[in-house]
Nanobody, 123 residues
Framework: QVQVVESGGGLVQAGGSLRISCTSS????????MGWFRQAPGKEREGVSC????????LYTDSMKGRFTISRDNAKNTLYLQMNSLKPEDTAMYYC????????????????WGQGTQVTVSS
């Protein structure tokens, strides 16, 4: 049984930083591209960032470029998202998802999803 679990969310002030993590079990982690998505209250879920299975392909939504950094540690089956210069509009539930090999921002391309971790940025 595949499990994907996010952690590290919390409350942070605007301008601050936070690193969220995602661990997985039940799948061969280094065969999967891993993506971060987020959903703010009253809004649709959107892609944030994605890293391919070997780390050679990176995707970022334009509004996150330069502020967010995605990385992975295949030895630990863990995905990270370092978020700097946070803004109140970054407040959302952040989800981790897995798909085979290559990145996508199409949510239907992802096979496995976590339950999310809440990030709240206060002004």
């Amino acid at each position: 049984q595949v499990q994907v679990v996010e952690s590290g969310g919390g409350l942070v002030q605007a301008g601050g930083s936070l690193r969220i993590s995602c661990t997985s079990s039940g799948l061969r982690f280094d065969d999967y591209a891993m993506g971060w998505f987020r959903q703010a209250p009253g809004k649709e879920r959107e892609g944030v960032s994605c890293i391919s299975w070997k780390g050679g392909q990176l995707l970022y939504t334009d509004s996150m470029k330069g502020r967010f950094t995605i990385s992975r540690d295949n030895a630990k089956n863990t995905l990270y998202l370092q978020m700097n210069s946070l803004k109140p509009e970054d407040t959302a539930m952040y989800y981790c998802a897995a798909r085979y090999h290559y990145c996508s921002f199409s949510q239907t391309d992802f096979d496995y999803w976590g339950q999310g971790t809440q990030v709240t940025v206060s002004s």
